[in-house]
C-alpha cells in the first residue's frame, strides 16, 4: 500500500479510516499528532482543502 495522502491530498479522514481499517477517532488522533510534530499540514478549509506533507 502505498501512501494514501500523497496519491489523493484531499482525502478525507472517514476515507482514511476505510483504507487503514481502523476507527475514523483513531485518524484523527493520528492526524493530530502528525500535526503536532510538523509533518502534516492542512492547506485551507475542511471542505475543499487539502494535505500537505511537510517532511519535518
Known amino acids: 500500500m502505498g501512501n ?3 496519491e489523493n491530498p484531499k482525502i478525507t479522514a472517514k476515507q482514511l479510516a ?3 481499517s481502523i ?5 484523527e488522533k493520528h492526524i493530530a499528532n502528525l500535526k503536532k510534530q510538523g509533518s ?3 492547506i ?3 471542505k475543499g482543502g487539502y494535505w500537505e ?3 519535518s
Open 4 to 6: 494514501p495522502i500523497k
Open 18 to 20: 476505510k483504507i487503514m
Open 23 to 27: 476507527s475514523s477517532r483513531s485518524i
Open 40 to 42: 502534516l499540514k492542512r
Open 44 to 46: 485551507g478549509p475542511d
Open 53 to 55: 506533507i511537510t517532511g
